[in-house]
DNA sequence: CCAATTATGACAGTAATACTATCGTATAAC
DNA sequence: GTTATACGATAGTATTACTGTCATAATTGG
């Protein structure tokens, strides 16, 4: 009996071990959210290999470091260890590399506001958890392994506004590659014509809450005289309630 | 009595001849306004040669035509047939170069906000006169001889975010290479001000106005899903009759 | 009006950038 | 076990973004 209990007690073990281990691998899939991004963008989808991974997570860290004008796949090649060569099989060019990130960055920020006002039925509401997730994207939970969504929104504040001020705008935009940021232009203008569906700039003021949170952060931070909101800890705080109070004040609704 | 009659008419013709003269000479320099940029912009002031001039007149209009990144200074040289040597004694590098036409672009429309609002009592009215030249900045009267305002205003909207959203932003901000825009945006909130002396946020609403101004004329024309504006004839005035409403309301001004 | 200064053009040169091409090997797929 | 493909290694090219030198033209000062 106590042969046999104690048998059993190791397959426990065992399946205890087993169950924990494929909470892990569980927990590893889900940590590497993967979106669907427009074909255009990449000759092979980074995502789904290590060495389109490491592109990724490095490309993201070095623009940060270096900015995006100093930035080359000769040197992000170098830090990842691999070669020039390999990372134009991914990416035809460096600006493609970033309208990738951006992308990625705008399905993630799109991701976030669809699961947070799922269960919410006031329209105001729906529009402040928006605002919030725009402005903080990544405090809440960290959504991918590789990719550091606080850098990544940084990145955006920066360099975001390069992904489309080129001259070859409007063939980029004929092929569907600014798609996720108007899906999630989209999300927010639909949201702000049920708080107000009489109010004739839905669009307009959303893509301006997502352009204007990202501008004030970059002016607070590097020409203060251009803002109202001052870099520190409560600046993410600050800009919440500023965007809130337009949008409240704009769609006639008392906060 | 004839004899001297037709002497003064003689006269009299060479007066007016003198005068007409002086009036085109006056309206020659009249149509050369300069403006004191910051001096760390350029190493000789493009404004006071012929050189300078003409590098000034033909990097907007190649700037418009090819877009900055693929704007240098070679094809500058080339199309003014000089050299590139000579462009970088004026400028440091194109980088500068395009700093120093936005600069020169706010200034313009600071001094077109300031005699038009001179006689003007309402600070609404006067709200209101300078969202008009913000967005119109070019229409009324040219200015300048060299500079078409109209082409250099569609730089600005293209390319003007490239001036600040660089790696050296904090030390060009620290040798004043963005006075001319925190000149034009105090102006415009101290006008905000005046209309609600309460208001919170007079210097992200005043930034906002110009920086939502040029990215919803970008979006009416490339991406017309992120704007509620539509390009065309009728643009400039929905844009100003939108950033009309979106002030009064944010500042409780009943329109 | 001449001397001195300054601005420009002509030409050369360099390191880095933004790619493209070829080839051998490792690895995964069928 | 062959075949496809992904990757690394290496080489090469046109262009970019400058810097340096020198002769000449234009302007300024005395």
Redesign the interface.
């Known amino acids: 009996m106590t042969v046999i209990l104690s048998y059993n007690i190791v397959w426990l073990t065992k399946f205890i071990v087993f169950v924990t281990l494929m909470t892990f691998l569980l927990y590893y899939c889900i940590m590497e959210i993967r979106f669907d991004l427009c074909k255009s963008l990449c000759h092979r989808d980074p995502q789904e290999t290590e060495l389109g991974k490491k592109m990724i997570e490095n490309s993201i860290v070095l623009i940060d470091e270096?900015?995006f004008?100093?930035f080359t796949f000769k040197k992000l090649a170098q830090r990842i260890g691999s070669t020039e060569k390999s990372i134009y099989r991914y990416f035809e060019n460096k600006h493609l590399l970033l309208v990738f990130l951006t992308s990625w960055y705008w399905e993630w920020v799109r991701y976030l506001i669809e699961i947070n006002i799922k269960n919410i039925e006031s329209a105001p509401k729906k529009l402040k958890i928006a605002i919030a997730n725009l402005v903080e994207a990544t405090a809440e939970n960290p959504g991918n392994k590789y990719i550091n969504e606080n850098l990544l929104h940084r990145l955006v504040i920066?360099?975001g506004?390069?992904a489309?001020?080129?001259?070859a705008?409007?063939d980029e935009?004929k092929v569907g590659m600014?798609l996720s940021?108007?899906k999630l232009?989209?999300l927010v203008a639909d949201i702000i014509l049920e708080v107000n569906p009489k109010f004739?700039?839905?669009?307009?003021?959303s893509?301006?809450l997502f352009?204007?949170a990202n501008?004030?952060v970059?002016?607070a931070e590097?020409?203060p005289?251009?803002?109202?909101?001052a870099s520190g800890k409560k600046m993410n705080q600050d800009l919440i309630d500023?965007l809130w109070?337009?949008s409240g004040?704009?769609l006639?609704q008392e906060v």
Chains 1, 2 share one sequence.
Do not use: C, P, R, W
């Open positions: 270096i900015g004008e100093a920066q360099e506004g390069k489309y001020h080129i001259t705008v409007d935009n600014y940021y108007k232009v989209k004739k700039y839905s669009s307009s003021l893509s301006n352009e204007m501008n004030q970059f002016f590097h020409i005289q251009l803002s109202s909101i500023m109070h337009f004040k704009i006639n």
